[in-house]
């Protein structure tokens, strides 16, 4: 393949091998290589949208991105502030395009047979059920007794 799209922290990118990129901070150590997902394969006039290869990226080093100077001012006031900020990123190397996935084919040829299911327990018999009464109502439901009232007239004695 001549080129193929990787998505990387969110963000995708197209590579060819050799290229190096600074990308997020990603939680990779530094000397160590990583498969991104591989969106899609292309070169040669053959585009493939589903590919079945494998991306190899080495992780360089992790430097800072450039310094960003932020101010804020208001006029006839002031009010100045100034801040900065410096993104976290990573530095990768794509050292191979094209290398056969083996992470999905393994998994299915070294599945393990399943042992033989094991014999059930005999089942246990059951209590015998209720016969159920015929031709009479349900039982009709009583309505909640009352709270006295609060405030009662006092009864006039004569």
């Avoid at 292309?42 to 949208?49: A, F, M, S």
């Avoid at 991306?55 to 006031?77: E, Q």
């Avoid at 530095?91 to 040829?109: D, L, M, V």
């Amino acid at each position: 393949m001549d080129y193929a799209i990787i998505r990387v922290g969110g963000k995708q990118y197209r590579v060819r091998e050799g290229d190096r990129l600074l990308v997020n901070r990603l939680p990779t150590d530094e000397g160590k290589t990583f498969h991104p997902d591989v969106l899609f394969t292309g070169g040669n006039g053959k585009p493939n949208l589903s590919p079945r290869i494998q991306v190899t990226a080495k992780v360089v080093g992790s430097p800072l991105g450039p310094k960003i100077r932020i101010g804020k001012y208001k006029a006839k006031k002031g009010y100045r502030r100034h801040t900065g900020f410096r993104a976290k990123l990573t530095e990768i190397e794509i050292q191979s395009i094209g290398a056969r996935s083996t992470s999905k084919e393994e998994p299915a040829a070294a599945a393990k047979p399943k042992p033989a299911a094991k014999p059930r327990a005999a089942a246990k018999p059951r209590a015998a059920a209720k016969p159920k009464t015929t031709g009479t109502k349900p039982a009709t439901r009583k309505a909640p007794a009352r709270k006295p009232a609060t405030r009662t007239k006092p009864t006039e004695t004569k």
